[in-house]
């Protein structure tokens, strides 16, 4: 037999092209993969924990002199902490990522669907409802910072609709968006409560028609604006003693309009 097919040559030494200098000297904010799926487990008030799909993002920032980033390590720090990512895993996950791609800051995103049982108001039939929740952990050093994001679908009456109308008024499905920061966690079915206070009604996925009948007339009975949508939600975030930061958005799918109606009020980082 050849004794090169058995002792093959070495390969040479492949280029890292990434690692290579860049003439423009211009650092990058944020770099690294996006829309990857993958397993995660969230807690969940009722159950403890929830199994869902995220769509992750792990990025860093990239000093002024290298090319680039090296895209695979990202995706290898994920998989090293197992198959499935909670919050708690998240802090050493972005230091590992800091330490693997000699960055100062590094940051995972996570959007996932959250599912919620709830009860219909009057025949208390039962369906699940879903919610947008994004988790966002940042690290800049040795500084960790984390962010929940909920978006929660809500009914809204108008005010000047049923002041100005001989009988009805128009109302229709909001989406209002609230993501805080806070001393202690605080659960997503909390954030999502205090939004659905702050609304003509929350909504449901079952309803029957007893059901209906109350949902109809809770809504005619708390008429409000975008604008007092935000403001309630904004209240109630200041008033609860851990959220440090927040900002909520309001959109209301006009149902009169060919447009939507919209406000925002973040409160300044401490």
Not at 103 to 132: C, N, S, W
Not at 209 to 236: G, I, Q
Request: aromatic share 8%; proline share 6%; glycine share 2%.
């Amino acid at each position: 037999m050849n004794k090169a097919v058995l002792n093959p040559a070495p390969s040479p030494a492949l280029a890292d092209c990434q690692s290579q200098p860049d003439s423009r000297q211009l650092r990058i904010d944020k770099v690294g993969v996006k829309g990857l799926l993958y397993p995660i487990e969230v807690r969940d008030k009722q159950h403890e924990t929830q199994d869902t799909v995220a769509r992750m993002s792990l990025l860093v920032d990239l000093p002024k002199d290298f090319k680039g980033t090296h895209m695979s390590r990202f995706v290898e720090v994920l998989n090293a902490h197992g198959r499935l990512v909670h919050v708690e895993n998240l802090p050493a996950m972005l230091h590992e990522l800091q330490r693997k791609l000699h960055a100062q800051v590094a940051h995972i995103e996570m959007e996932f669907p959250y599912f919620m049982e709830k009860e219909a108001p009057v025949t208390r039939a039962k369906g699940l409802v879903d919610y947008q929740v994004k988790f966002d952990a940042a690290t800049h050093g040795k500084e960790v910072t984390f962010t929940v994001t909920v978006t929660v679908p809500v009914t809204t009456l108008c005010p000047c609709s049923k002041a100005i109308s001989a009988y009805g008024a128009h109302n229709q499905r909001g989406y209002v968006t609230l993501a805080l920061r806070s001393i202690r966690p605080i659960w997503i079915e909390d954030m999502i409560a205090l939004i659905e206070a702050s609304a003509s009604s929350e909504i449901y996925s079952l309803l029957k028609r007893p059901d209906e009948k109350f949902v109809t007339e809770k809504a005619y009975d708390n008429p409000v604006f975008v604008e007092d949508l935000v403001r309630n939600v904004a209240v109630r975030c200041n008033q609860h003693p851990d959220i440090t930061w927040y900002k909520v958005e309001a959109e209301n799918m006009e149902s009169i309009h060919n447009h939507s109606a919209y406000a925002c009020i973040e409160k300044p980082s401490a």
